[in-house]
């Protein structure tokens, strides 16, 4: 079925060091993509999106880089800090029928060391 | 802070109970969306409301319901409680029906005993 999901479950990085965080999707039609950070205790906060017909785009101290031949995802945090320490999921796009949706990966588990 | 309101932020009660959870959306947007997050099933969608209306459904199960009032506010509706539907519920709104960014609320964290 549709899938989004994450390599790697942990990501341990130092206070100042650049975070690359990937996610893989499996339903090539998808064209819209968001990252969402969710501390502990929180609802899951947006953090930047990308559409297709893009393959890179740039936020403050963020970057999603999309590769649409390998279906591949990447979110990459510049000079990391402890308070991006939080769970980072990627959401793709689905189409259900009439309906689209937003289908989540599994989440990476940030862990900024001091 | 989201601007998307959640009650209650803590729920408990017994198997077979029936609670409601209640959301409302950022001031303008129209759509609200369910989701339920528990450590085995990472975030999974539920169920979308536009404008009253339901847009579309994920993996809700038929124990659970919910509607979308005329002041856009929504309430998800658990039944016949089993200790499987033990998660953080989360409310989210965007302003149109089609996939866009979408704002979270804090959740509700249901615990049935």
């Known amino acids: 079925g549709e899938s989004v999901g994450l390599h790697l479950p942990t990501l341990s990085v130092q206070e100042g060091d650049n975070s690359i965080i990937n996610c893989a999707y499996s339903n090539s039609a998808s064209d819209y993509f968001i990252w969402y950070k969710q501390e502990s205790g929180k609802g899951p906060q947006f953090i930047i999106d990308?559409?297709?017909?893009?393959d890179k785009r740039q936020g403050q101290r963020v970057t999603v880089l999309l590769n649409k031949t390998v279906k591949h995802l990447s979110l990459q945090i510049a000079a990391t800090q402890p308070g991006d320490s939080a769970v980072y999921f990627c959401a793709g796009e689905t189409y259900g029928g009439a309906t689209n949706k937003l289908i989540f990966g599994t989440g990476t588990l940030l862990a900024v060391q001091p | 802070d989201s601007g998307v309101t959640q009650t209650p932020k803590h729920l408990i009660t017994a198997t077979g109970q029936r609670v409601t959870l209640r959301c409302s959306p950022r001031s303008g947007d129209l759509s609200v969306y369910w989701y339920q997050q528990s450590l085995d099933q990472g975030l999974q969608f539920l169920i979308q409301?536009?404008?009253?209306?339901?847009?579309a459904k994920g993996n809700i199960l038929e124990r659970f319901s919910a509607q979308q009032f005329p002041d856009l506010h929504s309430e998800l509706n658990l039944s016949s409680l089993e200790l499987g539907d033990s998660a953080l519920y989360f409310c989210?709104?965007?302003?149109?029906?089609?996939?866009?960014?979408?704002?979270f609320g804090p959740g509700t964290r249901l615990t049935v005993l």
């Open positions: 989210a709104s965007s302003v149109g029906p089609s996939i866009d960014t979408q704002y």
């Open positions: 409301y536009y404008n009253g209306e339901e847009r």
């Open positions: 990308i559409r297709s017909n893009m």
